[in-house]
């Protein structure tokens, strides 16, 4: 009996550790959120910390997704990278200085979301390789400058893993011109994200294309 | 074995911060805007504009929107491509189905001004 409550403690236990992954033991406080909820979310290209060039953009591209499913209306992130780029904004720091009241005025996005890349890519251990992405993401208002919401996501693959979740939905075309190129991280940072926008309790907010839009609230 | 819980300790991961279910129709919208980065040299515009009007034929047999943002940008790679008519249509469809997008496209509009 003792051995068996021991057993199921150390269950409970590793369930908990499973769950952290994706619940902090403290909620994040929505009240700014609450106070200006956005409609529209502005993704600027993240900032790269991490020693793979391709990775912003590797990145970038993989946000628009969970952001649009949580029910907010996302700027078609190329269109506003190429756009501002083409306004004397060549880099992701550049774009993510510029002052949020000009942003609000050029684009109308009630939020810009601020990324940080601090890790993307693999690093090599004793006998396998792991692809690690983490990131870390600023909500902010553009016409109070608030902070709505802050969040942090990382994932991690080993070399054992499949990584043909993406591979499926892609045509064939791209399949083959993306393989060349295409590094797993990129395939990561879905995971990333999930953990970073769809956590429990911290995650973001449902927005108002969401049918859940109010019950979040 | 220790692979057995390895599969099954990611499932639990994942499932514990479960996404929504899908609303849109992505088709290979992410992956043709990160190829159109990554590996331009193989994927020109061209071809870009290619894929995501297959996405948007099968979207519409399934009867499925496109996601936000994705008019807008197939209108982007019209424009590049000298298509301004069809340039400006999907413009127009963005700003209709997501007027949040309106301010943002009115000044992409002005840029593909009628020849």
Redesign the interface.
Known sequence: MKTLSRWMAAGLLA?AA??G???TVKPYDYSNFRAHPP??ILVLPPLNESTAV?GT??YL??V???V?????????????D??MKANGLPSAAEMQQAPLAKVAE?????AVLFLDLKQYGSHFQVLSSVVSVEVTAKLVDTRSGMLLWEGHGAAQQGS?GSGSL?GD???A??T???N???DRA?QVSR?AN??LF???DT?LP?GP??P?YEKSH | MMRLCAVLCSTALLAACAAPAARYAWGSYEEVIYASYASREDVPAEKQVEILEKDYQQARAANQHMPPGWHAHLGYLYYQLGRGDQARQELVTEKNEFPESAVFVNRLLANVKSP
């Open positions: 369930s499973l769950l992954g994706c619940q409609r529209s391709e953009y590797g591209t993989t628009t997704r969970p649009a499913e949580l029910g907010y209306y996302v700027f078609p992130v190329a269109v506003v190429q756009f050029i684009t109308g996005a009630d054992g993406l939905l892609i045509s075309a791209l083959q011109a993306l060349k190129h295409s990129h995971l999930a953990n769809y956590a429990r995650g449902y294309y969401s859940k």
